[in-house]
Structure formats: C-alpha cells, structure tokens
C-alpha cells in the first residue's frame, strides 16, 4: 500500500536548502524508485550539499529499465561518488523463497549488471544474514558469480539482521531471536576473510563493521562509542527525526519547525539528555547498523573523517515488514 503524506519534493527541496553541510547521504525505503520524482530528490540533495562526498541508495532490483533511467539521470549531476545496493538474499532458490517473488533473482542479477555498466556507478549486492540464509553466503556468491563474471566478493555488503520499528518495521517478527549469535559470528568471520584487505573508505567500513560483530553480539551493546545526532540522523518519509535507523526516539518533525534544521529540533540537548537518563542501557538498544561504523571513518584520510553530518532520509514507503530495498 502507498505510504500516506509523505514529504512532497518541494519541503524535500527547503529542507536541503536550509540544511546542506551533509557529507554522505543514505537515500532509503522501502523501494526508491517507486516514487516518479527520485531523480528530482536526488538533485535536490546535489545542488545543494556542496560538501557531499557520498550518496547511496538501495534498491530491490525489480525495476530494471526505471532504476537503470533514475540512475542516468542521478549520475549527469555531477556529484562526487554514487553508491547503489542491490539487495539479494541469496542463490536463486533460496532468494526467491525469502522474498517470495518468482523471478525476483534474475531481475535482480540483470539490475546489477546493468548498473555495472554505468559508468561513475558503484554498485554492490547487499545480503542481510538472518535464521533462513545464515550460511548461504557461500551459495550466494557462487550464483552470483556466474551471472556476472569477474565478480568479486568485495562487490557484496553483507550484514547481520537488525530490527527497528519505526524504520524496517519488523520488531514484532523477532528475527533476531531466531538466529544463533554463534551462526552470525562464523557467517561473518568467514566473510571477512575472503574480503580480505581493502583500503578504500568502503573497504575500511566494511572491515570495521564486519570486526566489531562479535562483540556486539556477546554484550549486546554497541561496540564503540555511538555518535548519533553529533555526526548522524535518520530522517523518515514524513520528516519524523531519530537518532539513527535504530534508536526509536522521536524527537521531532521538520513539518512542525519552521527552518526545518534538524539542529532546531532540539537535536544535540535531546541526545545529551537520552545518553544520561538511559546511560549505558541506550547503547544496548541501538544494534549494531552500518551507520554505526561512522566513528571508524576518523581513522582514514582526515577529509574522510570531519565530524560533519550524515543522513539518512526515507523518501519511499516500506515494500513489507522487514524489508528495506
């Protein structure tokens, strides 16, 4: 079902007017290119945000032809690296099966190879680890493989299966509980071995998040220090402000602040005031997301690691409960 009142493009257009100093934007769902004025969006962020240094969006691969235009047009804008996940969760068999679309892995495959060929596009398969797909990495990459030669295994992001209510939806699904922390760990450490070294920022990143797994999930809490609202935010489709994609404390909407900063929100005091009521049991409820790694970036090129601001903004309605591209 369509989301409801979503942000229109042009409160979308204010916002990034008033608010432009962002260095990496995640542009997220649901499925981006569901909504017409993607590119528009997308423009908006590339005007305005001078310092941008990465924009990422994830997309199901369903829509070929569509996501392969919207990505044209994103790359004629001139903006300095574009990242694209197209998200699988598996071989053939057992991606469709999660998913429970018949023919959804062959879209997918043609979606990434397709986008490969663009040039100024990085484009990587992203697999989420949860109770049905834990060990299928293997199986995965292999699939992968043949449809694309040369592939690499670089060319994936894996991460482990996080839940969120006011973003993937799926904290009633408890699927996090279904699966073995030991399964997670050994599914991880593997991956991590066949990435091997790397020393692109993406590189670092992944090599961070994929590390600090472990600990994560034998405390519980998150394993460096967490810079939400200091260095991040995540944004929903009605102009909702979080913390990040994981902590579900509302603390305002850019609709009912006249500048539509985020800042304005009473971001910085909120976050102060979150850390010290909840002290060490907030981290604890954060997960371990992406986003996260963050802190990582200040131990690669300086121009990579200023505290300036990332975002995370949701311009399209979720496609189900647990999903997210």
């Known amino acids: 079902m369509k989301p409801r009142d979503e942000l229109t493009l042009d409160e979308i257009r204010r916002f990034f007017q008033r608010s432009n100093r962002f260095v990496w934007i995640d542009v997220t769902g649901g499925e981006v290119s569901l909504r017409k004025d993607f590119p528009a969006i997308c ?13 990422h969006f994830p997309t199901n ?30 071989d053939e068999a057992m991606n469709d099966r999660i998913r429970g679309v018949d023919g959804g892995w062959r879209r997918q495959m043609e979606t990434f190879r397709r986008l490969r060929e663009l040039p ?10 949860s109770a049905a797909n ?31 209510e006011h973003y993937l939806g799926n904290t009633d699904l408890r699927l996090r509980a279904q699966v073995a922390p030991e399964a997670l760990v050994r599914a991880t450490d593997a991956v991590a071995r066949l990435r091997g070294l ?7 990143l992944e090599r961070a998040y994929l590390k600090r797994v472990p600990r994560y999930l034998e405390t519980g809490r998150t394993p460096m220090r967490c810079h939400a609202l200091r260095a991040s ?17 509302k603390l305002g909407s850019l609709r009912e602040t006249e500048d539509r900063q ?9 976050a102060h005031l979150a850390r010290r009521r909840d002290g060490e049991g907030a981290a604890r409820d954060l997960g371990l997301p992406m986003p996260s ?33």
Not at 61 to 81: A, C, N, P, W
Not at 122 to 128: I, R
Not at 142 to 160: K, M, S, T, W
């Open 43 to 55: 423009e908006a962020i590339i005007t305005n945000c001078r310092d941008l240094l990465l924009l």
């Open 61 to 90: 691969g369903y829509l070929t032809d569509k996501i392969v235009q919207y990505t044209r047009e994103i790359t004629r804008m001139g903006l300095e690296k574009l990242i694209i996940t197209v998200s699988t969760d598996g």
């Open 233 to 249: 935010c995540f944004i929903d489709s009605w102009g909702h402000v979080y913390p990040c994609t994981i902590y579900d404390r």
């Open 134 to 164: 834990v060990d299928h990495f293997p199986q995965a990459f292999a699939a992968a493989q043949r449809e694309v030669p040369g592939l690499g295994y670089r060319d994936f992001h894996v991460n482990i299966v996080h839940e969120s």
């Open 120 to 129: 100024g596009v990085h484009v990587v398969l992203g697999m989420t680890l």
């Open 293 to 325: 790694v963050l802190d990582a970036l200040r131990g690669i090129p300086e121009h990579f690691g200023q505290p300036r601001p990332t975002l995370g903004a949701v311009p399209c309605g979720r496609t189900g409960p647990g999903r997210a591209g």
């Open 262 to 270: 985020p800042a304005r929100i009473g971001v910085r005091p909120r």
């Open 198 to 204: 790397g020393w692109s920022p993406v590189d670092y």
